[in-house]
């Protein structure tokens, strides 16, 4: 599975960005998709994730009521809106992907595929 994520830049503080990772090189139906970050200094951190049907979803207590994770199994692509932005959600963000939906949940350590990180800058 190969994946792309876009959508990254610089926004004030308050402000909003979607995410979206285009996944290919595998039924997309088949994998359940996860974001993280990592910011400058910090460990990687688990964001959100949803699973293969895109019914269940799952947040970190820090981006709850914030952003939503959503997926269109027809574009193969997964997206990450992030509303109510703040200078502490800066960093890079990836999308993972696994079959097991587990794996994309937590520390990301069991997720069987990354793509390269786009950036998110959030003035203040």
């Known amino acids: 599975v190969q994946l792309q994520a876009y959508g990254g830049g610089l926004v004030q503080a308050g402000g909003s960005l979607r995410l979206s990772c285009l996944a290919s090189?595998?039924?997309?139906?088949?994998?359940?998709m996860g974001w993280f970050r990592q910011a400058p200094g910090k460990e990687r951190e688990f964001v959100s994730a949803i699973t293969l049907s895109g019914v269940g979803t799952a947040y970190a207590d820090s981006v709850k009521g914030r952003f939503t994770i959503s997926r269109d199994n027809a574009k193969n692509t997964v997206y990450l809106q992030m509303n109510s932005l703040k200078p502490e959600d800066t960093a890079v963000y990836y999308c993972a992907a696994d079959p097991q939906f587990g794996a994309v949940v937590g520390k990301g350590n069991r997720a069987s595929y990354w793509g390269p990180g786009t950036l998110v800058t959030v003035s203040s």
């Open positions: 090189g595998r039924t997309f139906s088949s994998i359940a």
